[in-house]
């Protein structure tokens, strides 16, 4: 079959490659994609919230399966623009429609949704610009550190961790008054702070049977031991060894299972994935967010150790066949470092040519912001590439890694040197 895969960075890049190795691909398209997805497909130079575009490619290039790989799109209703259309309604989607996309568009709509169906989350309370005093008033009564976060998308940045009743009060007027975020603080959630380690884990659902991906542990500071800005991922690790078999056990109970029949019940036909951003405290698992996508970086290390065809799975889910489908997943550690142009978070430069891809034998390069330039590659963004090795053990996915990393260079290039550290140090089981 024909598929069309929309998205442009490592996580659709690792996707591309997955899906272009079954034989169940006939012709494999990605929109708009970037210098690593043309080694793998064909590059479409469409965007992926110009819906109208993709629907004609879909309609001329007969695409029967559809993977969207940001949130963006969903959210605003790429599926639901596909089912209004008879010529596009036959197409098969992975991901869900506009409502389903309101448990990662709005943090306020999730929150209501776990607070419904009885999944363990942090104890939270919504405020507008109309109930800000009773918001100051709250902030008052809560225990330090308080967690401020805006309701829409913000692009990774929405979440403040205020460490005294002062910054908390600073940061929820300027979110609700000054619009720090734009319509996205409009409302504000102010919540419990979890004291624990993070866990990403990953659910594929056709809307009544699901399956579960692999889990990962991704790094989202800038800085090393964690430190600095947040960022959209700076390395991941899967498997996670304190996702052991009771934690997970306690997860698919408490978590995934009241999730999938939540949506049901709500009558949210859900189909694609459901990335669970989980803090595991003390042993038990509560949801900070829920993704209507994969995740990235974690997906470069997820989709590698998936030894099943993957359009299979794919299609399964979009068609509503998943509890036929048998997942096989690799027991081998899979790591991915992210390299990203120097000034990321922040602001950077880009352009500067890539030197040593052609070095790498050992490890996969996943490309993210690159563009291809006559005979070279170029920076193209923030997150640049992402190197994933694999070994039986983390150390020697981690040695692979960090080895291969020296072919690569560019001018103001960085990485963390520390991905998985914590791990092999045993602070994190
Ligand atoms: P989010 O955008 O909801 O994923 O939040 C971004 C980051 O903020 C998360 O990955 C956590 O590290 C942190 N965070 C969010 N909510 C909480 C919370 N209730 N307690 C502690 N940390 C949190
Ligand atoms: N790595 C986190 C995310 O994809 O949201």
Request: a negative charge; one cysteine or more; proline letters at 3%.
């Amino acid at each position: 079959m024909n598929i069309l895969v929309l998205g442009s960075g490592g996580r659709e890049h690792t996707l591309a490659w997955k899906i272009s190795q079954s034989f169940n691909c006939s012709h494999l398209f990605v929109a708009p994609g970037n210098a690593g997805t043309e080694l793998v497909a064909d590059n479409v130079d469409i965007q992926v919230n110009d819906f109208e575009a993709i629907g004609e490619f879909v309609k001329e290039n007969e695409i029967e399966l559809l993977v969207v790989g940001p949130e963006d799109p969903l959210v605003n209703g790429i599926r639901d623009y596909f089912e209004a259309d008879d010529q596009l309604k036959a197409t098969r989607i992975v991901g869900p429609g506009k409502v389903g996309a309101q448990l990662e568009g709005s943090k306020d709509f999730s929150k209501t949704f776990m607070q419904k169906h009885g999944i363990p989350t942090a104890e939270s309370k919504t405020f507008t610009k109309e109930t800000i005093k009773e918001g100051l008033a709250y902030l008052e009564t809560c225990q330090l550190p308080i967690v401020l976060k805006a309701d829409g998308l913000a692009a990774g940045k929405g979440v403040v961790i205020a460490q005294n009743i002062d910054e908390a009060k600073t940061t929820l007027n300027a979110m609700l008054i000054d619009k720090a975020f734009g319509e996205a603080s409009s409302k504000v959630l102010v919540e419990q702070f979890l004291d624990g380690i993070e866990l990403s884990v990953f659910v594929l659902t056709d809307g009544t049977d699901y399956i579960i991906l692999p889990e990962a542990k991704d790094y989202k500071r800038i800085g090393e031991g964690d430190t600095g800005l947040n960022t959209g991922g700076m390395g991941a690790v899967s498997p996670v060894k304190f996702a052991d078999q009771a934690f997970m056990t306690k997860v698919n109970e408490k978590v995934i299972k009241p999730t999938v029949a939540g949506l049901k019940t709500d009558g949210i036909d859900y189909k694609g994935f459901i990335f669970i951003g989980l803090m595991n405290v003390d042993g038990e698992p509560f949801v900070i967010e829920y993704n209507v996508r994969m995740g990235d970086p974690e997906t470069q290390v997820v989709i590698p150790r998936i030894q099943s065809d993957i359009v299979d799975m794919l299609w399964a889910a979009a068609e509503g066949t998943l509890k036929d489908y048998e997942l096989v997943v690799s027991g081998s550690t899979v790591v991915g470092v992210v390299l990203v142009s120097g000034g990321y978070p922040g602001s950077y430069e880009k352009g500067k040519s890539i030197q040593g891809l052609a070095d790498i034998t050992n490890t996969m390069v996943m490309h993210a912001g690159t563009k291809q330039d006559d005979y070279q590659v170029l920076t193209n963004g923030g997150r640049v590439l992402t190197i994933i090795g694999s070994g039986d053990e983390l150390n020697d996915a981690l040695n692979i890694v960090y080895k291969e990393i020296n072919y690569i260079s560019w001018q103001d290039m960085y990485y963390r040197k520390d991905i998985g550290k914590d791990i092999l140090a045993a602070r994190v089981f």
